[in-house]
């Protein structure tokens, strides 16, 4: 490109950004008032300028392309910046659709967020499944808030150290297939995800009574807090 070449591409390039600018202040107002800064609103506008104007600016940096090209670029171009628009209006159900990929593929995995709670997501069942330790052995936990206390299967029980000879079934208990007999024990350690909770009161329930240990509330009360939201249990430790 010869020198005059140059200088009509750079004063194009400043002709360019200057109406960038205004565009930008038409859109969203003055960028230094703070009643404008509003990104819920103006993110996908945003989104979409920032990407004509890199196509406007590639196109002039990297020379004069053939009519063939243009239209290709415009296509593609215009197709990234739909889906980024797109994308970016739809970001709340993507992720709640993710969370529920990830409770189908693994589902009782507890994850430990950045602000230090603990997400569990709900399975394909509609439940609440967590995957934990019970005085340090692996334990499947079903989330129950009707059950009083922590309730493990007697073939959790057993894989926890608890010895069948020292268990007394002598406390009575309401269960969805009627009262039933359960042995209490203290439970040195439950630990889920990262968190570990010490001396939980709990029961033992008999051989085949239940298809699951329950996570009840002599668990949930040692936390800081716990919500549901949707597809997503979160717990504060």
């Not at 070449?5 to 230094?32: E, H, N, S």
């Not at 359960?182 to 298809?211: M, Y």
């Given at each position: ?100 990929v990830l409770g189908a593929l693994a589902p009782g995995l507890a994850v430990t967020q950045t602000d230090g709670s603990i997400l569990i997501v709900r399975d394909a069942s509609g439940h609440f499944v967590l995957d934990g330790k019970t005085n340090g052995s692996r334990t499947h936990f079903l989330l129950d808030t009707g059950a009083s206390a922590v309730v493990l299967t007697n073939e959790d029980a057993r894989r926890a150290g ?76």
């Open positions: 490109m010869n020198r005059g070449g140059q200088l009509r591409g750079f004063i194009v390039v400043i002709l360019v950004i200057v109406m960038a600018a205004f565009a930008f202040y038409a859109f969203f107002g003055d960028p230094t008032d703070p009643t404008n800064a509003n990104f819920d609103g103006s993110g996908p506008r945003l989104v979409a300028l920032s990407a004509l104007a890199f196509v406007f600016l590639a196109s002039f940096v990297f020379g004069q392309p053939k009519v063939g090209e243009i239209i290709q670029g415009t296509l593609f171009w215009g197709g990234l910046c739909a889906l980024l628009v797109i994308g970016y209006t739809f970001r709340t159900d993507l992720v709640q659709a993710g969370y529920r608890y010895r069948d000879q020292d268990l007394s079934f002598t406390v009575p208990v309401s269960t969805a297939n009627g009262r039933a007999l359960v042995a209490p024990v203290k439970i040195d350690t439950l630990t889920f995800g990262d968190h570990t909770l010490r001396d939980i009161r709990g029961f033992v329930a008999r051989e085949g009574a239940l298809d699951s240990s329950l996570f009840g509330m002599t668990a949930l009360d040692r936390l800081q807090g716990w919500r549901i939201e949707g597809d997503q249990l979160i717990m504060n430790p």
